[in-house]
C-alpha cells in the first residue's frame, strides 16, 4: 500500500459514468475483476469506488453481487482513513462479476448519475480537506460493517448515504458530503431498531420453544 500526499489533489479525470461505459464495452474477457474496476478508477478514485461498491446494495441486482461489491468497501475505508491509495488484497483483486451484470448495473445507475449530476460541483471546500476524508472514511467504515450484518431491509441506507459520500467526494461538493452525514444518522438508527426487532423477535422464539 502507498500513502498519498494530503497536499495533492487528484484530477477528477473522465466522469465517471464514462469510465463506466468503457470498462462495459471492453470485451476482452466475459468477466469484470474488482482489480479491473479499480485501476479504471485511477489511484485516487475514492469517490467513484464507494459508489460503484454501494449502489449494487440499492438497485436490483442478480444474487450475491451485492456481497461481492459490499466486502471491498471495508478495505477501501480503512485506507481512506489511514490516508493511502485505494488498494485491495489479491484474493479481492480477483473476484469477478459477469460483463453483461456489470452493464446491466451500469444501465441502472446511469440515470442516478445524470440526476446527481445536475446539483453536485465544488463547494463547501472545508469538508473535501484531507482530513475531512479521513472522517468521511470512518464514517462509510462503520456503514461498510453494517452493510455486511445479517440484518434483513437495512443495506439500502447505509449504501444510500456511502453513495451521496462518493458522489461529494468525486466533484469536491461539501454539500452531498454534509447530506451523507445525516444519511449515515439515520441509517445508523434505522440498522439499530431493525437489529434490535430481530434479536427480541429471536428472544421470543426461544423462549417460547422452551417453554
Aim: net charge positive; aromatic share 10%; with cysteine.
Amino acid at each position: 500500500m502507498v500513502r498519498r500526499d494530503p497536499d495533492v489533489r487528484a484530477d477528477p479525470g473522465p466522469a465517471l459514468e464514462g469510465v463506466l461505459q468503457a470498462l462495459v464495452a471492453d470485451r476482452d474477457s466475459e468477466r469484470l475483476t474488482l482489480g479491473q474496476i479499480i485501476h479504471a478508477m485511477g489511484e485516487r478514485a475514492f469517490g467513484p469506488l464507494l459508489f460503484i461498491f454501494a449502489v449494487p446494495n440499492i438497485l436490483p441486482t442478480p444474487p450475491g453481487t451485492a456481497g461481492i461489491m459490499a466486502i471491498p468497501l471495508v478495505f477501501l475505508t480503512v485506507q481512506m482513513v489511514l490516508g493511502r491509495v485505494p488498494w485491495l488484497p489479491g484474493f479481492l483483486v480477483r473476484r469477478s462479476v459477469a460483463r453483461e451484470t456489470f452493464a446491466r448495473f451500469v444501465a441502472r445507475a446511469a440515470p442516478w448519475l445524470a440526476w446527481a449530476g445536475r446539483f453536485l460541483r465544488p463547494r463547501l471546500g472545508l469538508f473535501v480537506r484531507p482530513m475531512s476524508e479521513r472522517l468521511v472514511g470512518l464514517v462509510c467504515l462503520f456503514l461498510s460493517l453494517v452493510l455486511l450484518m445479517p440484518i434483513p431491509f437495512a443495506n439500502s441506507a447505509p449504501a444510500f448515504a456511502i453513495c451521496l459520500f462518493g458522489l461529494g467526494l468525486l466533484e469536491r461538493d461539501g454539500v452531498w458530503i454534509l447530506a451523507g452525514m445525516i444519511a449515515a444518522a439515520g441509517a445508523t438508527a434505522l440498522a439499530g431498531f431493525l437489529g434490535f426487532a430481530l434479536v427480541k423477535a429471536a428472544v421470543m422464539f426461544v423462549q417460547h420453544l422452551m417453554a
